[in-house]
């Protein structure tokens, strides 16, 4: 089962990748700017929205299962 997912979630996190690069046009790279490139590949993929406080968000229900597939994972990793 955590190969099954494991590969599943990298699988998925590649796909958004390439979209991302390929439809969205990030403007940060991820070794330039690590936080900057994550903030526009969670924003651009819609997986989060921002709320009105600052340093709150909210996650849209497909991202919250990869976060779910994501807690499977590391709890089969320790």
């Not at 849209?60 to 597939?69: A, C, D, F, N, T």
Request: with cysteine; charged share 25%.
């Amino acid at each position: 089962m955590l190969n099954t997912v494991a590969k599943s979630a990298v699988t998925l996190v590649l796909l958004i990748h390439c979209f991302l690069l390929k439809r969205l046009g990030l403007e940060a790279t991820k070794k330039g700017d690590l936080a900057e490139w994550y903030s526009q590949v969670i924003t651009k993929a819609e997986m989060i929205e921002y709320y009105d406080i600052s340093g709150c968000y909210i996650l849209r229900p497909w991202s919250y299962s990869i976060w779910e597939k994501i807690k499977v994972f590391m709890k089969f990793n320790d």
